[in-house]
């Protein structure tokens, strides 16, 4: 039976995508190139430096460390400017209630997140007190396929990574999980997240709503 819960945060908490994808477009544009919402699918779960390194190449730009640097931490403020004005109506249907319930059957919960900007996030959406720990990529240094941010999560809870489950809407995210050694419910397209043990539409189908 499931001791921990453990969530990503990016497409299965909110939908923050959108606002990556606006940050990174505005940076390909000045390079002098189209970033699509296409090759932005890309980019989901995957780290800040990482992502650069994909949008470079598809632009087909060049840049070195320095500039590397400059660019993320240009699409960083302008995503930063994006987040500000998130609001607690933009949590996933049914997320809410279903952290709530998790907690009420005695559940831990935890955050297993690529961004650097979680807490932010959490904060930001009023639901940083549900939960029991925050691993997130500024207490990680493997991205995700590698299992470390789950790992640090579970012990973070002080559970087995077994005695787990961990929620992801990234191929990525769901191949850690797995290596992790959890159950993995994956959120999206059953083609896309195959390796996981079960996949839904949203926590919504999760959640008893009265
Ligand atoms: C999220 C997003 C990724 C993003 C990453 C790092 O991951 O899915 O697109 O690049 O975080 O974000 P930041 O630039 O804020 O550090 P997750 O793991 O929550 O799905
Ligand atoms: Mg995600």
């Keep these: ?13 909110v939908d923050t995508a959108k606002y990556h994808y606006l940050a990174w477009r505005s940076l390909a ?4 190139f ?10 989901k779960g995957v780290s800040r430096m990482e992502s650069l390194q994909i949008l470079l190449e598809v632009g ?4 070195n460390e320095a500039e590397r640097l400059e660019m993320a931490d240009a699409k960083n403020k302008e995503y930063v400017d994006y987040i500000s004005r998130l609001e607690p109506s933009e949590i996933l249907p049914g997320a809410r209630e279903y952290l709530l319930q998790l ?3 005695g559940v831990k919960v935890a955050l297993g997140s690529a961004s650097k900007n979680a807490e932010f996030i959490l904060n930001r959406l009023g639901i940083a007190e549900l939960f029991d720990a925050v691993i997130d ?20 809870l002080g559970l087995e990574p077994s005695a787990c489950v961990v929620f992801e809407d990234a191929a990525a995210g769901v191949q850690a999980g797995k290596a992790a050694g959890s159950k993995v419910v994956g959120i999206g397209s059953a083609d896309i ?18």
């Design 34 to 43: 189209e970033f699509t919402e296409e090759d932005n699918e890309r980019l």
């Design 193 to 210: 997240l195959a390796e996981a043990d079960r996949v839904i539409n949203g926590l919504y189908e999760l959640a008893e709503i009265h």
């Design 60 to 63: 087909g730009v060049e840049a």
């Design 103 to 105: 907690r009420s059957r």
């Design 29 to 32: 544009k000045r390079l002098g």
């Design 1 to 13: 039976t499931m001791k921990g819960a453990i969530f990503d945060l990016d497409g299965v908490i």
């Design 137 to 156: 990529g500024t207490k990680v240094s493997k991205a995700k396929p590698d299992p470390e941010v789950f790992l640090a999560a579970s012990a973070a």
